[in-house]
């Protein structure tokens, strides 16, 4: 009966039961709430079940985090506070990026992402995220750091890891050849390096940090393919001078390097006698460099001086013949030889390889243009003396399948696989790239130079005059539709 009463029930009734969230669409409260902080859209889940479940909707979408963005919060990203946010977000993100200037992580960090972002397919560390792992009393004994454009290698710079023994460097632009230099004189232990894809400017700091490391045993420097602006062949000399003192070395990798030539395999040959595995492809100079790439001299002296070579891999070779493949017909131990996509290379060289080295199982000749079939016929006449399991990849080569078919019959130790072509046709030594003709100075510019472009760049006045559109005057008037016109 009271007045009041009723009137409040009657401004109640007017109020509409609805809110901004069921106004909005998904995307527009998205995008508001990508202006909010993530700290405080997840204390703000409290305010309602309906925003809670907007928020925790709004977070789920997320798929890529940095905690760079954390940087203006009063409060300090620990490990903790990570630890709450990818248990929020974790879920959906696919890419995460601890890159702040400060660190106050520990080494529980790479658990908690592990258990919270199964879906990550990128996660990218700064040198205060790494520096946790390398204190000396951690256990790791293995560090790869892949792809990453933040790392200098500063993290390592102080630190005294006991049980390091491998360390590697794949893709990693800002690494600074100084900084890991100096670090390499805490690492003293170390028995694997792998400095791959790296700024072309640490390939003069790379014998210093050779000179620190007299027991490794495995070595990776491949894909140097950038020319160096300050190179001077001095910067070899020292290369050389470097690989004398790693006589523990068992593997090698060299390829796709283009400042490894004859005289430095000699060196290797010289000094690494424990030298098991060896890549050299796509070793190739570059025709401004005063010494030629790899060839049958470097080979030869590899194969005299490092009779333990159990696998080589001397694909993509410009300089490389036969006479340089004849000469792994010395190695006793040889299992495994890999030479893609050479075009000097015939069968004649692989067939005294088979017949020499009673311990070879695989051959890979893969886009060999001169191999034919007569080196299945070498290997049956090598599998009568020494019988062993034999694999034979010719895709690619001269060799006829039907021809392989009719005259060599099914052998129980001879795999020969002509289909499965595993050659990379544009690391070879003779590819031509058909974009820019030989006189080109592989400029872009070379291709506007050509007549037929004369009348494509003509006065725009020529191309569309008055009097031809006027055939299109009437069309409309009757319901017709001109024919599609593109104006450039």
Known sequence: DNPESKEEVKESEMEPDYTILDVLNRDCLAHIMSYVPIRDLIRSERVSKTWQNMVREYLAGIRMFKTSWWQHVPVMLTTAVLRRIVQRLGGGLARLHIDHHWSALNDRTAHIVGKFCPNLEELKLTDSSLVHLVKSESCIESLTVANNTHVTGLFLTGSNPQKLNSLA??????????????????????TCLKLDVCPHTMWKIIPMILNKLPLLEELSLSEYISVDSCFSPQCNDSFCDAIGNLTELKSLNLSRNIYITNTVLKRVAQCCPKLETLNISSCNSRKIFPQPGVGDEGVSAVCRGCRGLSRLDVSYLGALTDAGVRAA??????????????????????????????????????????????????????????????????????????????????????????????SNPHLRPDFVDTMFEHSSDDSLGDLYENDDFDDFFGPDEDLFLDEDLDDFDGMYHYELHAPDIILL
């Open 169 to 190: 460097f794949y893709n990693c632009y800002s690494l600074q050849g100084t900084v890991l230099c100096a670090a390499i004189d805490t690492l003293p232990r170390l």
């Open 329 to 422: 017909a010395g190695l006793p131990r040889l299992a495994r030889l890999t030479a893609r996509g050479n075009p000097a290379l015939s069968s004649a060289s692989l067939a005294a390889c088979l017949a020499a080295c009673p311990m070879l199982q695989e051959v890979d000749v893969c886009g060999c243009d001169g191999v034919s079939e007569e080196v299945v016929s070498g290997a049956v006449q090598a599998l009568l003396q020494r019988p062993r399991p034999l694999t034979l990849r010719l895709a690619g080569t001269a060799a006829s399948p039907v021809e392989l078919q009719q005259d060599y019959p099914t052998h129980k130790l001879l795999t020969v696989d002509v289909v499965d072509d595993r």
